[in-house]
């Protein structure tokens, strides 16, 4: 039997400009939400926390899941989650040089969105 898959969290932050806060990681080769694992007995939340601040150096805060997904990899139990941060703090700084190349606010279109599941969701409650 094969290792059980690690569920894992994606972060949208959005400045005063309403661009999203996106990084070029080198493992996918395109722009992506910061984000990563969710380690064993950590929430979704606290693991947002810190993939952001371990990836770009921004502290988050006042955070919500505002979707989620799994993903049924060969029964594996594996969740998707997409939290939205409603504040954040701190200077962007590219923290993890071996996995991320850029780091930007960018006005993001629809066809650029890599995770276009959950891209309506972003913007609708304002």
Known sequence: MSAK????????IQNEKRELLVIFEKKWNCWVFPG???EPNETPLEAAK??????????IEDSEIVAEQAFDTKNQGRMGYLVKANKYSGEIKIKELDKITDIKFKQIDY?????RLFYPIIFEAD
């Open 36 to 38: 990563g694992k969710i």
């Open 50 to 59: 810190r993939e952001v601040f371990e990836e770009t150096n921004l502290i």
């Open 5 to 12: 898959l690690p569920s894992f969290v994606r972060v949208v």
């Open 111 to 115: 066809d650029f969105a890599v995770n």
